[in-house]
């Protein structure tokens, strides 16, 4: 009797549950007070941590902004876009 074996992806890819992450860039319309704002309001930010994540998108050309699973990402990215802002998803430690 032969046995058929079930062929596995053993990815790393495929084995890690790593977190996505939200990135906001830097764009030429929104002012920086207005990106501050965005991350208050919308993330729920303290003043300083909305100000430090708005001077890396502005100094460094993007920040992460928010980690946890894909699907919350990629609401959290239309709602960026919904206020303007650039913004994507990516796999964490991509």
């Given at each position: 009797m032969?046995?058929?074996?079930?062929?596995?992806?053993?990815?790393?890819?495929?084995?890690?549950?790593?977190?996505?992450?939200t990135i906001v860039w830097n764009d030429p319309?929104?002012?920086?007070?207005?990106?501050?704002y965005v991350f208050r309001s919308?993330?729920?930010h303290t003043r300083e941590e909305a100000e430090r994540l708005m001077l890396l998108v502005h100094n460094e050309g993007r920040a992460v902004v928010a980690t946890g699973g894909r699907e919350e990402m990629e609401?959290?990215?239309?709602?960026?876009?919904?206020?303007?802002?650039?913004?994507?998803?990516?796999?964490?430690?991509?």
């Open positions: 032969s046995q058929v074996l079930e062929e596995v992806d053993l990815s790393v890819d495929a084995l890690s549950d790593h977190p996505w992450v319309v929104n002012l920086m007070t207005y990106v501050s919308y993330f729920g609401r959290h990215v239309e709602a960026m876009h919904d206020f303007g802002l650039w913004a994507t998803l990516a796999k964490d430690g991509a």
